[in-house]
Structure formats: structure tokens, C-alpha cells
């Protein structure tokens, strides 16, 4: 089973920094991540910028349509106004029967502002009480949604980017 998470950090580069911890988490094996992007929003900016760690995924197992499309409805929706809010409630339903509701869209949307940074994984086989410690001092706020292994294979399935 798989775990999307969002680690939410207090400053804009904050998300970036924790990487150095998560890749040494991974090479010690106590998490496994599957997935994942990294968004910092500077003050004074509009909008934040998003980046999907390859570096630590590999071709990553959801590619570039699902964090896209995430990222729209999170960060983009409320900017762009109700014409695209429609549509908008379309493309998040493609999200709720994999775990990813309303809720935790708003959750994300009112904690990643100007001035912060979050990181969004997904990850497996996480020795939770080995991990937790490693970011501890970073002051990150983490926001979780745990997948069933039906959520998982149906979040592959539907947002997996095509060969």
C-alpha cells in the first residue's frame, strides 16, 4: 500500500532542502519513494513553481499528468475563476476514488501559500518512527492520505503517463 503525503514547510525553500534528508532516508531504506514533487512558492510570487523528483524516482511511477493535474486543481483552480471551476470539479473527480478528495485538495490549498514550500510523495514500506525523527527541526507540517492498494492500482492506471 502507498501513502501520499504532503510535508508543508514554513519557508519558501524549505521543501527543497528536506530532499537531502529523504534521499538518505531512501538510501538507508527506510522509505521507498514511488513518486514525488517538490513546490516552492517564493514571496511575492503569483503562483508557486512545481518540479517532479526524477532524481529520486527514477521515470517516476505517475508521471508528469497526474502531479499536473493535481497541482491545477490545488493551485491554478482558484486563480483562474469560476469558468475553469467547473470544469475543474470534472478533472477532481477522476481524484476522489483514489483518495485524493475535496478535503485534502482544500487542506493543501489553505496550508502551501506564498512564502512556504511542500514536498508531495508517494511512498511505501516507511519505517514511520525511523522517519519522523529526520525531519524533526524543519518545522514541517504533514499532511496525509493513506491509498488502499485499489486507490494505488487505480491511481497508476488512470494517471500514468503513456509509453
Do not use: C, Y
Given at each position: 500500500?502507498?501513502?501520499l503525503?504532503?510535508?508543508?514547510?514554513?519557508t519558501a525553500?524549505?521543501?527543497q532542502e528536506a530532499?537531502?534528508t529523504?534521499?538518505d532516508?531512501?538510501?538507508?531504506?527506510?522509505?521507498?519513494?514511488?513518486d514525488?514533487?517538490?513546490?516552492t512558492?517564493?514571496e511575492g510570487?503569483?503562483k508557486?513553481k512545481?518540479?517532479q523528483?526524477?532524481?529520486?524516482?527514477g521515470?517516476?511511477?505517475l508521471?508528469?499528468t497526474?502531479?499536473?493535474?493535481?497541482?491545477?486543481?490545488?493551485?491554478f483552480?482558484?486563480?483562474l475563476?469560476m469558468?475553469v471551476?467547473?470544469a475543474?470539479?470534472?478533472?477532481?473527480g477522476h481524484f476522489?476514488?483514489v483518495?485524493?478528495?475535496e478535503?485534502?485538495?482544500k487542506q493543501?490549498r489553505?496550508?502551501?501559500?506564498p512564502g512556504?514550500?511542500?514536498l508531495?510523495?508517494?511512498?511505501?514500506?516507511v519505517?514511520?518512527?525511523?522517519?519522523?525523527p529526520?525531519?524533526q527541526?524543519?518545522?514541517?507540517?504533514?499532511i496525509e492520505?493513506?491509498?488502499s492498494?485499489?486507490q494505488?492500482?487505480l491511481l497508476?492506471q488512470?494517471?500514468a503517463d503513456?509509453?
Amino acid at each position: 500500500m502507498a501513502t501520499l503525503t504532503v510535508w508543508r514547510f514554513p519557508t519558501a525553500t524549505g521543501a527543497q532542502e528536506a530532499l537531502d534528508t529523504l534521499t538518505d532516508l531512501q538510501r538507508q531504506e527506510l522509505i521507498t519513494v514511488e513518486d514525488g514533487a517538490v513546490v516552492t512558492w517564493p514571496e511575492g510570487t503569483k503562483k508557486p513553481k512545481t518540479h517532479q523528483l526524477s532524481t529520486l524516482t527514477g521515470m517516476g511511477a505517475l508521471g508528469g499528468t497526474f502531479w499536473g493535474l493535481l497541482f491545477g486543481l490545488i493551485f491554478f483552480v482558484p486563480i483562474l475563476g469560476m469558468a475553469v471551476g467547473a470544469a475543474a470539479g470534472a478533472v477532481a473527480g477522476h481524484f476522489a476514488p483514489v483518495g485524493i478528495d475535496e478535503t485534502f485538495i482544500k487542506q493543501v490549498r489553505d496550508r502551501v501559500t506564498p512564502g512556504t514550500s511542500a514536498l508531495f510523495l508517494l511512498t511505501s514500506h516507511v519505517v514511520l518512527d525511523r522517519v519522523s525523527p529526520a525531519f524533526q527541526g524543519r518545522h514541517a507540517e504533514l499532511i496525509e492520505t493513506n491509498l488502499s492498494a485499489e486507490q494505488e492500482a487505480l491511481l497508476r492506471q488512470t494517471f500514468a503517463d503513456e509509453d
